[in-house]
């Protein structure tokens, strides 16, 4: 069975910076594509980055762009995400997930069947 455990949310006030990771266990083969979507209160989860394994490939949403990063240690099984220049907005409930049923490491969840059960990150103005 595998297991993501998410750590490092906190409050941080606007312009700061956390980052968070993610343990995986339990997995008999790495998955290809991992990635950090984030909820906000009273909003739909939405992706914010992806990390391909294979091709050493990242992606990110619009939103986040050139001020977070998604990174992984193989010897650790830790997935960051570098968070920076934290706004307001960047308030919401962190998940890691992992996947290989997509040939790329795409932004919707369906593609993503090992889930973690998120941290909190909350940024005040």
């Known amino acids: 069975l595998v297991q993501l455990v998410e750590s490092g949310g906190g409050s941080v006030q606007s312009g700061g910076s956390l980052r968070l990771s993610c343990v995986v266990s339990g997995y008999m083969k790495r998955d290809r594509c991992m990635a950090w979507f984030r909820q906000a209160p009273g909003q739909e989860r939405e992706w914010v980055a992806s990390?391909?394994?294979?091709?050493?490939?990242?992606t990110y949403a619009d939103a986040v762009k050139g001020r977070f990063t998604i990174s992984q240690d193989k010897v650790k099984d830790t997935i960051y995400l570098q968070l920076s220049s934290l706004e307001p907005e960047d308030t919401a409930m962190y998940y890691c997930?992992?996947?290989?049923?997509?040939?790329?490491?795409?932004?919707?969840?369906?593609?993503?069947?090992?889930w973690g059960q998120g941290t909190q990150v909350t940024v005040s103005s």
């Open positions: 990390y391909n394994d294979e091709s050493d490939w990242a």
């Open positions: 997930a992992t996947g290989s049923a997509a040939p790329i490491c795409t932004a919707l969840e369906v593609d993503y069947n090992n």
